[in-house]
């Protein structure tokens, strides 16, 4: 299984971002799958997540109502749309794909079982 997790860069606040994540080595449409992030001596902390079929969102509070999870399944690729960016956002984002048969979406990082690379995201204010 491979995650591969793109876009990320230097925004400023307020601004947008969209990062991807395309999957490979697995049966993407059946897969459950989330976006976690990690700053230097901090946890890995549940972004968001979307159900196999993608009718399914959940997000942290912290990001609720400024992140959209998407996905398309026929591009096996999952997406990351980031609207009013603020300096707190800052991490690494990484995308993680669940244990095939997860039916709910898992909010912590134990739920999964692939990782992609991580994709940095800085937020200038």
């Known amino acids: 299984v491979q995650l591969q997790a793109s876009g990320g860069g230097l925004v400023q606040a307020g601004g947008s971002l969209r990062l991807s994540c395309a999957a490979s080595g697995l049966t993407f449409s059946n897969t459950v799958m989330g976006w976690f992030r990690q700053t230097p001596g901090k946890e890995r902390e549940f972004v968001g997540g979307i159900s196999a079929s993608g009718l399914t969102t959940n997000y942290a509070d912290s990001v609720k109502g400024r992140f959209t999870i998407s996905r398309d399944n026929a591009k096996n690729t999952m997406y990351l749309q980031m609207n009013s960016l603020k300096a707190d956002d800052t991490a690494v984002y990484y995308c993680?794909?669940?244990?095939?048969?997860?039916?709910?979406?898992?909010?912590?990082?134990?739920?999964?079982?692939?990782w992609g690379q991580g994709t940095l995201v800085t937020v200038s204010s």
């Open positions: 993680a794909a669940a244990r095939l048969g997860t039916l709910m979406i898992p909010v912590t990082a134990r739920g999964y079982d692939y």
